[in-house]
């Protein structure tokens, strides 16, 4: 649906990112775990599935053009609560033209982080500003059969790993973001995972846990029963509710496989 906004620019309530522009509400690769699904409360969308819909700001580039002069600089994020590169920005362009407006204010750097090799189609944009910017990919699992599962319409992985590999080809700064953490998931092909990063020139890693909440909670359990019908159901809910210490744990042996394959990389918990 297309709709109008009154504000492009956002603060952000990352620590790492200063703003956010979120082209869209909502988000086509319909995660089961994706901690946007609160969006739809505000957005007129309480009874639609996530997945099922997505709010185009149609006029965000002339908004986002007016306040960008306004503003003092800082870091952006493209997106905190959608993917910019679903597939509807294939038709929009709204991240690419947001990116470009941005391009013109040295003063505000650009960090993307998509789970769509789209963003591949901006790379001669990207290319131009490769000073000032960064790309990183949500990977939650290496298992393509889990992946599948928890992230239906998103690229598959080993796509993100070699759309990861030509952006750092092209000098673009990489990092990838195993995120959420999802037991028995995540850890499924990890270390063989970990070294397809590494060979792909990715220098960055941050890792961060599951959001636990009482909706998206019951849409992740029923993904592990799709995926593993024998799942410890008890288990896994435990672990996602109450799990610190395997939390810890776990980034433990991601920072230690880390270390051991990318020599000199960079490994970061945000939990």
């Given at each position: 649906m297309e709709k109008s906004c009154k504000s492009a620019l956002s603060r952000s309530k990352a620590e790492f990112r200063d703003y956010a522009i979120n082209p869209y509400?909502?988000?086509q690769h319909a995660c089961v775990y994706c901690y946007g699904n609160f969006m739809r409360r505000f957005s007129g969308h309480f009874h639609d599935a996530w997945g099922?819909?997505?709010?185009?700001?149609v006029n965000l580039l002339d908004v986002l053009g007016k306040e960008l002069p306004r503003r003092p600089g800082g870091s952006i994020w493209l997106s905190s609560v959608c993917d910019p590169y679903q597939p509807l920005e294939r038709k929009y362009e709204l991240t690419r033209g947001a990116i470009e407006l941005l391009?013109?204010?040295k003063q505000f750097p650009i960090s993307i982080l998509t789970k769509n090799v789209l963003v591949l189609r901006d790379l001669d944009l990207l290319e131009r500003l490769k000073d000032r910017v960064d790309v990183g990919f949500t990977i939650t699992t290496f298992n393509s059969e889990a992946q599948r599962i928890f992230e239906p319409y998103a690229s598959s992985v080993k796509d993100r790993v070699k759309?990861?590999?030509?952006?750092n080809e092209a000098g673009i700064d990489t990092w990838a973001f195993i995120a959420p953490i999802l037991p028995d998931a995540t850890e499924s092909d990890l270390e063989t995972g970990l070294q397809r990063l590494a060979?792909?020139?990715?220098?960055?890693?941050m890792t961060d846990r599951y959001n636990a909440r009482g909706m998206i909670m019951r849409q992740?359990?029923?993904a592990y029963e799709r995926w593993r019908p024998d799942i410890d159901v008890a288990r896994v809910r435990g672990l996602l509710w109450h799990g610190d210490k395997y939390y810890r744990d776990l980034d433990r042996t991601?920072?230690?496989l880390w270390k051991l394959t990318a020599n000199g990389s960079v490994h970061e918990a945000v939990f």
């Amino acid at each position: 649906m297309e709709k109008s906004c009154k504000s492009a620019l956002s603060r952000s309530k990352a620590e790492f990112r200063d703003y956010a522009i979120n082209p869209y509400t909502g988000c086509q690769h319909a995660c089961v775990y994706c901690y946007g699904n609160f969006m739809r409360r505000f957005s007129g969308h309480f009874h639609d599935a996530w997945g099922s819909f997505v709010d185009v700001k149609v006029n965000l580039l002339d908004v986002l053009g007016k306040e960008l002069p306004r503003r003092p600089g800082g870091s952006i994020w493209l997106s905190s609560v959608c993917d910019p590169y679903q597939p509807l920005e294939r038709k929009y362009e709204l991240t690419r033209g947001a990116i470009e407006l941005l391009s013109r204010y040295k003063q505000f750097p650009i960090s993307i982080l998509t789970k769509n090799v789209l963003v591949l189609r901006d790379l001669d944009l990207l290319e131009r500003l490769k000073d000032r910017v960064d790309v990183g990919f949500t990977i939650t699992t290496f298992n393509s059969e889990a992946q599948r599962i928890f992230e239906p319409y998103a690229s598959s992985v080993k796509d993100r790993v070699k759309a990861l590999g030509k952006l750092n080809e092209a000098g673009i700064d990489t990092w990838a973001f195993i995120a959420p953490i999802l037991p028995d998931a995540t850890e499924s092909d990890l270390e063989t995972g970990l070294q397809r990063l590494a060979e792909a020139g990715v220098k960055r890693l941050m890792t961060d846990r599951y959001n636990a909440r009482g909706m998206i909670m019951r849409q992740t359990i029923e993904a592990y029963e799709r995926w593993r019908p024998d799942i410890d159901v008890a288990r896994v809910r435990g672990l996602l509710w109450h799990g610190d210490k395997y939390y810890r744990d776990l980034d433990r042996t991601i920072a230690r496989l880390w270390k051991l394959t990318a020599n000199g990389s960079v490994h970061e918990a945000v939990f």
